[in-house]
C-alpha cells in the first residue's frame, strides 16, 4: 500500500487559506460591527432624551408652565430642600415598558417621587435612586451600582446666570427655556416663558429644549452648571460642541452639549423632535437655537440686546 505523505501538507496549507479568509472577512465586517454598536446606543441615547421630552411636555400642558433648572422639591414650602429639572417631570415619565391594550402606563418612578415630596416618609431628603431614563448608554458607569444620581441630559439655560435684581432677572427668558425658580421672590425679577408663548415667539421647532453633556451632574442637582447647557455672546466663553472632553471643573464654561457618540450630539427641539448634531455646528446658530427670542436676547445682566438690529436706511 502506498502512503501519500503531501496529505497533511495539503490540509495544512487550506486551513491556513481558510483562516486568512475568515481573517479578512472580519476585519471588513468589524468595522461595521462597531458602527451598528454605536449606533445603536446613539438612538438608545436618542430614546431616552425622548422620553424625558414627552414628560417635559406633558408637565407644560398641566401646569401651563415648565419647571425651572432648579425647584424647591416641596414647592409648597417656603424653604427647603432644593432640586433640578427632572425631579419635578417625574410624574410624567413613561415607562418603557408597553402596557396591555386595556391598561394606562404607570410611571415608572411614581413611588419614589411621592416618598421625596411633600408630606412623604423621605420629604426634605435628597434624592439618590438611578433614573435609567437619564443616563446615556455612553455614558454609564460601568459598574451598575453606580448609577444612583447620574444624570447624562442636561436642559437650555440660555446664558449663565447673574445676580438678579427687582428690574433685571438672573438671566433673560428671552435666552432660554429654563430659568432658576428660587428667583421667584417678589423682591427679584424673574420670568420664564411656557411652551406655549416659545410657539409663539421663534417656534417649538426652531428652539432647544434638551440636550447631552458628559459633565453633567447629577440629577438632583439644582446648579445651573451641572443641570443645563449654556451660551455666551463672549467668543470662547463656552466650550464648543464636544469640546475638552472629560476636563470639565464644573464651570459654565463646560455646561455645553457633549457626549462620547463619534463627530456630535444629540438634542431634542421643544416640540419634542429629536436630532444628531455635528460638533462642528456654528456657534452663534447654536445660540440662535437656543434663544426662544431671538429678536429680545439681551447679555444677562444688562439691558443689552446681543443681535441688534441694523439701523434701517435714511427715509424708511
Known sequence: M??????????????????????????????????????????????????????????????????GYANLQDPG????ATTGWL????????????PEPDQVPVPPYLEEFQAYSAQGELAGK???FTIYEAICPDDAPEDPEQWGGVNSYVVNGGMPDVAPTSTIPADWAANGIFQ??????????????????????DGLESTLLLGENVEAGSWTSPQENEIAFVWSNAPDAILGVNQQL??????ARFARMSS???????????????????????????????????????????????WPRPNPPAGE
Open 126 to 128: 435628597r434624592p439618590d
Open 87 to 98: 425631579f419635578p417631570a417625574l410624574p410624567y415619565l413613561q415607562s418603557q415598558l408597553y
Open 246 to 251: 472629560g476636563k470639565g471643573d464644573g464651570s
Open 260 to 306: 462620547y457618540h463619534p463627530g456630535g450630539v444629540n438634542l431634542m427641539f421643544a416640540s419634542g423632535a429629536g436630532k444628531f448634531i455635528s460638533q462642528n455646528i456654528d456657534a452663534v446658530l447654536l445660540a440662535q437655537m437656543q434663544a426662544p427670542n431671538d429678536a429680545q436676547a439681551k447679555i444677562a445682566g444688562t439691558e443689552e440686546l446681543v
Open 77 to 80: 414650602a417656603a424653604d427647603g
Open 2 to 67: 502506498k502512503f501519500h505523505h503531501n496529505l497533511r501538507g495539503v490540509a495544512l496549507r487550506n486551513v491556513v487559506f481558510a483562516a486568512a479568509a475568515i481573517g479578512l472577512v472580519f476585519m471588513l465586517l468589524a468595522p461595521l460591527i462597531l458602527r451598528s454598536r454605536e449606533n445603536a446606543r446613539r438612538n438608545a441615547c436618542l430614546y431616552h432624551q425622548k422620553l424625558l421630552s414627552e414628560a417635559l411636555i406633558i408637565y407644560d400642558e398641566d401646569h401651563r408652565q415648565l419647571p
Open 180 to 201: 432658576n425658580r428660587l428667583n421667584e421672590k417678589p423682591d427679584l425679577a424673574f420670568q420664564q416663558f411656557s411652551l406655549l408663548q416659545v410657539s409663539e415667539l
